[in-house]
Structures are given as structure tokens and as C-alpha cells.
């Protein structure tokens, strides 16, 4: 397999993009990235797309993402894998280029939340995810499944309420200084604590805001990388896992068995080791996933994520800093868009230019889960000077 | 007036066994006030039925038919039979009848029934169902003493349910219960149905059992007390100025009241939404493993499946063979969650569980009934108990949720 390199990243805000289409959002989340690039891209340097959405907002994705750019020649393929979409979007395009197939791609992620009601968010976004006979007249939206996992792992791991507040904390602390983020202020343990509650144990400031937004990275070969820049950010690994759909089938709650699959694939493709991790976007649709992804990620043993957060491991300046971001949390989380958000946030962090720069970073890991929790999705790059 | 006697009806009644009564199952939802429950928001007449009816044949009680009396029926086109059915455990192949009446109608029902049948009366406001089990023999003895059919609409409601209440209560009971039963020449009673109790106290010799409906279900629950207290006697169902009499005459019966004590329904939001659409291949794909309550076993294999499935070997072979086998209807809470944003098109807040059913390695997604929202935790015990779970697209969507043990139960 040959190297693959990412040359440039960009995106747009996440934002409730009322005045924006994804006809707009799209072009301007390539141009963001295209800006990123250090010797320039020319557009017709495109050999092909990997486009990762959710929905299908106006219409067949590929297409209207050719449309968008452009660049009716251009060969699209539309990736939705829940959640994960992001990050299988960089896994496939790695594949093609990785293989000889193609040289330079593009990998792009959009979703449009806001095109509908808000009153119709939950039925028209959460209705494709759930079996039609068995589950989704049950009222099992995202805020629920996942408290599901997250009340059964508070109950056997001992971390509280308290550990989830320290997430919200932390997340909007770093989105703060975030000029794409969402959500860009901080808030105290007082205020994520006495939130009114979604669903128990996850008070308002324990979910993400609805958003809209995309987000582009350009990948290439290595042979050719060089025409783009002298600093790339290396792909190590990509991973993908999968778990049971029906939570009927998911014999242990306290663990995502999908991230820990993705994660050892990723890993054994760097071959690298958690250990090794500078810094981490991880995907914390709630709170109490960041907490529990830490254990299944590899960052910490079962049960003690938490100390994590204790000790301020997981916060800028501390040794293994998480969602620099901001995270799902305070960036928001238009689906397709939300894994190339995160790979674009550690391309600046690898190149030493972040809006809250991690000291010294050079490995940095990306990871998504979505399905609810059937599928994840795990990124591995390794910044210039290797 | 155009009253038939208890004398030609007697004559009827000779020709075929007199019907005895081996065991009832009495139901009442937790909703409400002691003197009037409710409904919970889960729930209508074909689960109210299928309560009462699975107590009263608990002990697997042989059926061959079953008769379901009521005027609040959920569905008027289609039916509620298989519903029913299922929810009973019992054979497709039954004969079903949804009888329409109030009172008189069930007492009809069950004086006239073959032995093995099941029948149940069934009311929605207030609410409660009450189901009797006809054997073969012994048991409490039920002959009919007089049946009479008057007209007197002093309250209508029409085939889309519309109400029209013509409100003289006064006019209604001289010109209905007094009227009738003075045309019927029967004995003083010692229950009446039908009627507020007031109203019964004054026509009947002692204190007549207090009783928590007023429809199908009320002669019923008449009946059971009847049976527990061995009290001999004629026992009258009333609606508006129709009346049905039946004499009983006291044997061992079995009987099973899940009557749990009445407390508020808790309040809560439901903001007005789309319609929850249904596919109605995937309900018909579902419909018998949902509403009966069954997983699937692949020929040789001892794990259950749920939902069924077919399977795949290690070789890549087809399995399609699957029997359905009846799941355990009691498990432990391994996990729960109470939503309390305001979900559009549900009553929140709402809790859902995770249950680990007892001995086979199945969980069950389900949302909690008859609790609070809130009140159930981990480790909480509890049961699986029928309830319409949603309505999607006018389709009343069947399934089973979680019944958390109290100390009364």
C-alpha cells in the first residue's frame, strides 16, 4: 500500500445555517480547505470524491456534490454509515489512493440538520435508525439509547454525574477558543449539573447542538504530495467496527464493542499503540461517551476513565488532550461532516497551528460512533516531520 | 310492553347444560381513583380483556372460544380478534365473537355459553375488564331469569363516535331500571350492574359488591364478588332500559382479581406531531413473535433469537426453519433511562428499559407501565404485560412492556 498524506483541510462553521444550502456549504468548505493548502491545489487535480452525508439534502448526494463544485467529470461516491460517516469517508478514500488507484481525492462530509423543524428534528433524523416494527415506536431517540450504555457504566464503573459535567466543562472550554465552534462559551460544574435533564443521566449540556456544516480534507499520494506541500499530515491508520443494531443484542452496556474494533484496526495499520496518541478528537455526541470511549479507545483500563478527567489528562496542557476543539459538544454535529471536522482540527494541531494548540503534537487519533453504537469509525494521523 | 318473561326464557335454557363458572380473572388499571379508574395511556379494551382474560385461564384452562363484550372496542373496521387472541396465548383457530352491549349483554353472553368458553366484558370509563371461564363442569351455576329490550336512548353515540346525551337521570331511571325490572316479575337482587351504586343499594336485598364499572364489565365483576362471598341469588345487568337477569347459584370458583390500588396518572407533555407512519409488511412480519411474546429456535440449536431471524452456518447455508418458543414474562432491569424533553407525538416524560428476561439470555427494549416515570432503577424485578404500545397511522401497534413489581403484587 502505498502512503497517503493529507494536504489540506478546511470547513465551514458548524452552525444553524439557516441562510446557507448545502449547495453553499459544500463549496465553502472546499475552498476553506483548498486555502489550507501550502503550494496551492488547482480544482482539476480531483480524480475523485468520497462524499459522506446522513441525509440526502436536496437530492442524490453525489450529484449534488459534483454539481456544487463544479465538476460534473468528477467521480463521487456517497458514504453514510450513521454517525461514523466521517471517518469511513477518509478510510475509503485512503483505500483508493493506498491502492494506486488514484492520486489526489477529495474527502468531504456535510449534513443539514437545520432544513428541518425543529419540533420534527428527532422523528425525521432518528425514524432511519431504528427497526420499524420492534424499536422506533418505543420513543428510542440518541439521548435515550445512549443512556442506556451510560447508566448501566455509571452503575458499574462508579463514576457520577459529576464525570459527565467534567466533559461538558472541559469541551466548552476548549470550543470557547474555537472560532468554527457552535456553542463558544464556557460553563461551570453548577451549571452542567442543574441543567434541566434530556434523559436521565444527561442534562442539556450532555448533548450536542443540532448543527449544520461541512467540513473537506484533500488526500494524496505520497508520490505526489509534495506538489502540494512540504509539510503533510500523514494517514498511519483507519479503522472501521461494527455492533449489534438492537440494543436487545448488546450484551455489554458498558463498553462500545464498535469503537474497540475500529480502534484495533486503526492501531494495528500505524502500527501504533494508544500510548502513543498526542492528542484526540473524540466523539462525544454525549457526554458520557467521551468518558466511556476513553476505556475502549485504549487511553485508560476499564472502569477508570474517569480519572482522566480527575486528574485533567484529557484537557489542554494536560498529557493526552481530548477534543481541543471543543468537540461534538461545543463544535455541533451535522453528521456527515462531524469525522472530516475532527481530521481537519488535527491537521492544524499536527502542524503546530491550532486555535488551541496541543505542545509538541505529532499523533493525533480521530474517532466517530454512530448506528446508535453499531458503528465506529477511527482515524489515525501522524503530522509532518517523520 | 314488549317484554319477554323469565318463563320463556327458562324454557330456551333447558335444552342445553347450564353453564358453570370454574374461574374468573378480574382487571383494573392502576389509573385513576378508587372509584374510577382509568385508562394509562398504553392501554384500551383488547389489552384491558387480555389482562383479565390470561387471569382467568392462568391455570391452562382448555378454551375453544372466546366472547368479547364491550362498547369501546378500538377498532370498528378490522379487527381485534387476533390481538386478543395472541395476547392470550391461544390457538389462531378460535371463533372470536366482539360482542357490542353493556351489562346485560355479557350476562347474556354468559348464560348462554357452551362449556370452554371464555368470556369477557370489558369498559374504558370507567375502566376495568372481567373475564369468566365457562368448564365443563362444577363451578358457579348461571341461568338466565329475564331478559328485557326496551328503547329508551338517553345517551347515543353513533358509528364515529359521536355523543349525544339527551340528560334527564331521572327520566332514565324510572323509565329504564325501574321500568324494566318491574316488567321482568324477578325476585329482589342481590347485585346490580349497570348502575351507579346508589341506585343499585336501593333495589337490592343487603349491600350489593360495590363495583368499579358501569358497562360489560360491571355484571362480571358483580359475579365474582357473588362467587367469593357463596352468596346465592339474581344477579341483573342494566343499560339504560335494557336488563338481563341471571340466577346464580354458588360453586368453587377460582378467582384471580389483579386489582392494584389506584394513584394519579402522572401528567405530562405531548406536543402535537406527525403521525408516526407504519409499515404494515414489517407489522405482519413481526405481529405473532410481538404479540404472542416469542423468540425464535433454529432446528438443533438451542439459542433463541429476538426478534426471529433466519440464520446463517458456518459453511454460508440458509436456515429458514425456525419454531417460535414462548419467552419468560419476568426479568430484572439491567438497564433504564426516563426521557423528559418534550418528545413530539409521545406522552413525556416516558421511561424505557433494558430487561434481562429470568433463565434465557434474551433482553427485551421495552417502555415502563403502570409506574411512574422515573421510578424504576436497575435491579428492579418486574413483568411483561400487553399494551398498545403506539398508534401509527390509525393502526393500534401492539407490544409488550415492562411492569415493574410493587409491594402490593
Not at chain 1, 423543524?117 to 425514524?127: C, F, K
Not at chain 1, 472541559?170 to 441543567?195: C, D, V, W
Not at chain 1, 473524540?282 to 458520557?288: E, L
Request: aromatic share 6%; proline share 7%.
Amino acid at each position: 500500500m502505498r502512503r497517503v498524506a493529507v494536504v489540506g483541510a478546511g470547513m465551514t462553521p458548524f452552525a444553524e445555517h439557516f441562510a446557507l444550502g448545502i449547495k453553499d456549504l459544500l463549496p465553502m468548505a472546499f475552498a476553506d480547505c483548498a486555502a489550507s493548502v501550502d503550494k496551492g491545489f488547482p480544482i482539476a487535480d480531483l480524480e475523485a470524491a468520497w462524499f459522506g452525508a446522513m441525509g440526502t439534502t436536496d437530492g442524490f448526494p453525489a450529484g449534488v456534490l459534483a454539481d456544487a463544485l463544479g465538476l460534473p467529470e468528477l467521480p463521487v461516491t456517497h458514504i453514510e454509515n450513521s454517525c461514523a460517516t466521517g471517518n469511513d469517508a477518509v478510510r475509503n478514500a485512503l483505500y483508493a489512493i493506498a491502492s494506486g488507484a488514484v492520486d489526489v481525492a477529495l474527502v468531504i462530509g456535510a449534513d443539514k440538520l437545520r432544513e428541518t423543524a425543529q419540533r420534527d428534528l428527532l422523528g425525521e433524523w432518528e425514524s432511519f435508525n431504528r427497526d420499524k416494527a420492534w424499536d422506533v415506536q418505543l420513543g428510542m431517540f440518541a439521548p435515550a439509547g445512549f443512556a442506556l450504555h451510560v447508566n448501566r457504566y455509571l452503575h458499574e464503573s462508579g463514576a457520577g454525574r459529576e464525570h459527565l459535567a467534567m466533559v461538558a466543562v472541559k469541551n466548552h472550554r476548549h470550543g470557547a477558543r474555537n472560532p468554527k465552534a457552535r456553542l463558544r462559551f464556557e460553563i461551570t460544574m453548577e451549571q452542567a449539573l442543574s441543567a434541566p435533564v434530556v434523559a436521565d443521566p444527561f442534562g442539556v449540556y450532555d448533548c450536542v447542538p443540532q448543527s449544520d456544516g461541512a467540513a473537506a480534507l484533500i488526500l494524496a499520494a505520497e508520490e505526489v504530495a509534495g506538489r502540494y506541500t512540504d509539510r503533510p499530515v500523514w494517514v498511519r491508520g483507519v479503522g472501521l467496527g461494527l455492533d449489534s443494531v438492537m440494543y436487545q443484542h448488546k450484551r455489554d452496556m458498558t463498553t462500545f464493542p464498535a469503537t474497540v474494533r475500529a480502534a484495533r484496526r486503526a492501531f494495528d495499520m500505524a502500527g501504533l499503540r494508544p500510548a502513543d496518541i498526542d492528542v484526540a478528537e473524540v466523539h462525544d455526541y454525549f457526554t458520557g461517551i467521551e468518558l466511556m470511549s476513553y476505556e475502549d479507545l485504549g487511553f485508560a483500563d476499564r472502569f477508570e476513565g474517569r480519572k482522566l478527567l480527575e486528574t485533567g489528562a484529557t484537557s489542554v496542557g494536560g498529557a493526552l488532550p481530548v477534543n481541543p476543539s471543543g468537540g461534538l459538544k461545543s463544535k455541533g454535529h451535522p453528521p456527515g461532516a462531524t469525522g472530516v471536522a475532527q481530521c481537519v482540527e488535527l491537521f492544524e494541531q499536527l502542524r503546530g497551528h491550532a486555535a488551541d494548540q496541543v505542545d509538541g503534537a505529532r499523533i493525533g487519533l480521530a474517532h466517530n460512533l454512530g448506528g446508535p453504537t453499531a458503528v465506529a469509525a477511527v482515524t489515525i494521523l501522524e503530522g509532518p516531520g517523520r | 310492553m314488549a317484554a319477554r318473561t323469565g318463563n320463556e326464557v327458562g324454557n330456551e335454557d333447558r335444552r342445553q347444560a347450564v353453564p358453570c363458572v370454574i374461574s374468573i380473572g378480574t382487571y383494573l388499571p392502576c389509573w385513576g381513583s378508587t372509584r374510577r379508574r382509568v385508562l394509562g395511556d398504553d392501554e384500551d379494551a383488547v389489552t384491558l380483556a387480555v389482562q383479565a382474560g390470561r387471569s382467568a385461564v392462568e391455570a391452562g384452562e382448555p378454551v375453544e372460544r372466546v366472547v368479547l363484550v364491550s362498547r369501546d372496542l378500538p377498532l370498528m373496521d378490522s379487527s381485534n380478534a387476533a390481538v386478543l387472541l395472541a395476547g392470550l396465548g391461544l390457538d389462531p383457530e378460535l371463533e372470536v365473537i366482539e360482542r357490542l352491549g353493556g351489562a346485560p349483554a355479557a350476562l347474556d353472553a354468559l348464560s348462554s355459553a357452551r362449556p370452554r368458553t371464555l368470556v369477557i366484558g370489558v369498559d374504558t370509563d370507567p375502566a376495568g375488564a372481567a373475564a369468566a371461564y365457562v368448564g365443563d363442569r362444577g363451578g358457579t351455576q348461571i341461568r338466565t331469569a329475564a331478559r328485557v329490550t326496551r328503547s329508551l336512548p338517553a345517551r347515543t353515540r353513533n358509528a364515529v363516535g359521536a355523543v349525544h346525551d339527551y340528560g334527564d337521570p331521572r327520566l332514565l331511571r324510572e323509565r329504564g331500571l325501574v321500568a324494566s325490572l318491574s316488567a321482568a316479575w324477578v325476585d329482589t337482587p342481590v347485585a346490580v350492574a349497570g348502575v351507579d351504586e346508589k341506585q343499585a343499594a336501593g333495589l337490592c336485598r343487603g349491600e350489593p359488591p360495590r363495583l368499579p364499572t358501569l358497562g360489560a364489565s360491571a355484571g362480571l365483576f358483580a359475579l365474582t364478588s357473588m362467587a367469593e362471598w357463596g352468596a346465592p341469588g339474581l344477579l341483573v345487568g342494566v343499560e339504560q332500559a335494557n336488563l338481563s337477569g341471571i340466577s346464580v347459584t354458588p360453586g368453587p370458583v377460582a378467582v384471580r382479581r389483579v386489582e392494584p390500588s389506584a394513584r394519579p396518572l402522572p401528567e405530562g407533555e405531548c406536543l402535537p406531531a406527525a403521525d408516526l407512519p407504519i409499515s404494515l409488511a414489517a407489522y405482519d412480519r413481526a405481529f405473532e413473535a410481538k404479540v404472542r411474546w416469542e423468540a425464535g429456535r433454529h432446528a438443533g440449536s438451542d439459542e433463541l433469537d429476538f426478534p426471529p431471524r433466519y440464520r446463517l452456518a458456518a459453511d454460508g447455508t440458509l436456515s429458514t426453519g425456525y419454531t417460535l418458543v414462548p419467552l419468560p414474562r419476568t426479568g430484572t432491569v439491567h438497564t433504564t433511562t426516563t426521557v423528559r424533553i418534550p418528545v413530539p407525538g409521545l406522552k413525556t416524560p416516558y421511561s424505557l428499559v433494558l430487561v434481562e428476561l429470568d433463565e434465557v439470555g434474551v433482553r427485551a427494549l421495552a417502555r415502563v407501565t403502570g409506574a411512574d416515570p422515573g421510578a424504576v432503577g436497575i435491579g428492579d424485578r418486574g413483568r411483561m404485560v400487553l399494551r398498545r404500545v403506539a398508534v401509527r397511522a390509525g393502526v393500534p401497534d401492539y407490544g409488550y412492556a415492562f411492569e415493574p413489581e410493587t409491594e402490593a403484587s
